[in-house]
C-alpha cells in the first residue's frame, strides 16, 4: 500500500500566536513544544566529548556497556531486574520509534492501532504510515478483535495521568485475548508530582506485578530528553519481548537506525547517574508549584496532570480561545484539539521554560485574574 498523504504539521497552526505573544512588552513565554532549556548536565557531556573518536561503526544494538546500562537501570530505577541484553535495544530518540514501530512489527492495512483517547499525535501518523487505523481508546473492552498494535502512555502526553498496576495489567491481559503487541510509552516517569507519586515509583509494563514472568508482545520505551536534558542528543531504548526486540534490531541493522557511538558512550554515563535526575525533578517542581496557582487564579481549572512535563487545562471554552488570551499575555501553549478530538476545550503547558520566564508567565496570569 502506497504512503498516503499526511496531515500538516500540527504546531505550524501556531506561528500566529507565537507571533502574537511574542509583541509582549516583556517578551514570549513559550510553554508550547516542551523541549528543555536547562543545560546538559557536564559529566554527560565530558562523557560525550570523551568519545568523539568515533572512527568505526557504531553497534545497532548497543554496545555491550550500554545493554548493560540499560538493564540495570531498569532493575534500579522501575522494579523490572531480569532482562538481559537480549531484552534492550537503544534508538535515535523515541519518537521515530513511536512513528516506525507498527511498520517494523508488520501491522498494516486492515488492522487496528489503538492509543490513548488524548494522545501525542505520532501514534496516529505511525498508524497512517503504515496503513493501519488508528482507534482512540482508554477501554480494554472498547479495542475491537482485529487490533494488532496497543499503545499506553503513562505518564501520559498531554495529560499527566499515570495508569496503575491494576489498569496495565487489565490492558495486557486485553492485548494478549487479541494477540495484539502492547506497548508502554514511559518517557515521563520519573516526574510524579501528586499523591501517591510524589513518593512512589510510577510503575512500568514490564513490572512483575503487571506481567509476571511473561514478557511476550510486551515493549517498554524510555527517553532521556527530558530528565537528563538530552533532547537534542535523540538517546531513548526499547525494552522488554526478546522475540520482538530481535525483529526491531535485524529491521534497523537493515535500515541504518543505528544511535552514533558518541551518543552511546554519554547514555552510560546518563543512566549511571541518578543525582543529575533528582536535581532537574526538582527544577520542574518548582516551576510547576508556580505555575499551577497562577492558572488556577486565571480561571483554568488543571485536569489530571498528576505526573509528567504539563499541565492539562481548560477554562471551559474552546482551547483556541484559550489560546489566543494566553498569546494577549505573551504566553504560549497547546491546544487540546492537537492531542485528538475529546479534549476540545483543553490546553497543554509545558514546564521547560526558564524559571525567570515561568516566574513572568505566573505573574501575568495572576495579573489577568
Not at 566529548?49 to 545493554?67: E, F, I, N, R, S
Not at 532493575?75 to 541484553?85: H, N, Q, W, Y
Request: aromatic fraction near 8%; hydrophobic fraction near 45%; charge should be negative.
Amino acid at each position: 500500500m502506497a504512503l498516503q498523504p499526511l496531515p500538516d504539521y500540527p504546531w505550524d497552526q501556531m506561528a500566529p500566536f507565537a507571533a502574537r505573544a511574542k509583541q509582549h512588552s516583556d517578551g514570549i513565554v513559550d510553554l508550547s513544544i516542551g523541549s528543555p532549556v536547562d543545560a546538559t548536565p557536564d559529566l554527560i557531556r565530558r562523557a560525550l566529548a570523551d568519545a568523539t573518536d568515533a572512527h568505526a561503526y557504531p553497534t545497532t544494538a548497543g554496545t555491550p556497556a550500554l545493554q548493560d546500562a540499560i538493564v540495570g537501570w531498569y532493575a534500579e530505577r522501575r522494579g523490572v531486574s531480569t532482562l538481559t541484553p537480549a531484552n534492550v535495544l537503544p534508538t535515535i530518540g523515541s519518537k521515530e520509534l513511536v512513528a516506525l514501530l507498527p511498520f517494523m512489527l508488520g501491522v498494516g492495512e486492515g488492522d487496528v492501532i489503538v492509543h490513548p483517547r488524548a494522545a501525542y499525535p505520532t501514534y496516529a501518523i505511525g498508524a497512517a504510515l503504515a496503513g493501519a487505523e488508528a482507534f482512540p481508546s482508554d477501554d480494554p473492552a472498547e479495542w475491537p478483535a482485529n487490533t494488532k498494535l496497543v499503545w499506553l502512555n503513562s505518564p501520559g502526553n498531554p495529560d499527566g495521568r499515570v495508569l496503575s498496576v491494576d489498569e496495565l495489567r487489565a490492558a495486557v491481559e486485553r492485548a494478549r485475548e487479541l494477540g495484539a503487541t502492547i506497548v508502554s510509552d514511559e518517557c515521563y516517569a520519573e516526574l510524579g508530582w501528586d499523591a501517591p507519586w510524589d513518593v512512589e515509583a510510577i510503575p512500568s509494563i514490564l513490572d512483575p506485578r503487571v506481567i509476571g514472568d511473561d514478557r511476550r508482545n510486551v515493549l517498554s520505551v524510555y527517553s532521556l530528553s527530558k530528565q537528563s536534558n538530552l533532547a537534542g542528543y535523540r538517546a531513548a531504548f526499547v525494552a522488554g519481548c526478546a522475540t520482538l526486540i530481535a525483529r526491531l534490531l535485524t529491521v534497523r541493522k537493515h535500515a541504518g537506525l543505528m544511535l552514533p557511538a558518541p551518543l552511546q558512550q554519554a547514555m552510560v554515563t546518563a543512566l549511571g547517574d541518578h543525582e543529575h535526575v533528582a536535581e532537574q525533578r526538582e527544577r520542574y517542581r518548582v516551576r510547576r508549584d508556580i505555575l499551577r496557582p497562577a492558572l488556577e487564579r486565571a480561571g483554568f481549572r488543571i485536569d489530571r496532570s498528576e505526573a509528567g512535563l504539563y499541565l492539562w487545562a481548560t477554562e471551559g471554552r474552546d482551547a483556541w480561545q484559550s489560546i489566543e488570551r494566553l498569546a494577549d499575555l505573551g504566553i504560549l501553549s497547546g491546544p487540546g484539539h492537537f492531542y485528538g478530538e475529546f479534549y476540545p476545550e483543553h490546553v497543554r503547558l509545558s514546564l521547560t521554560a526558564t524559571d525567570e520566564r515561568i516566574a513572568a508567565a505566573a505573574e501575568r496570569l495572576s495579573a489577568s485574574a
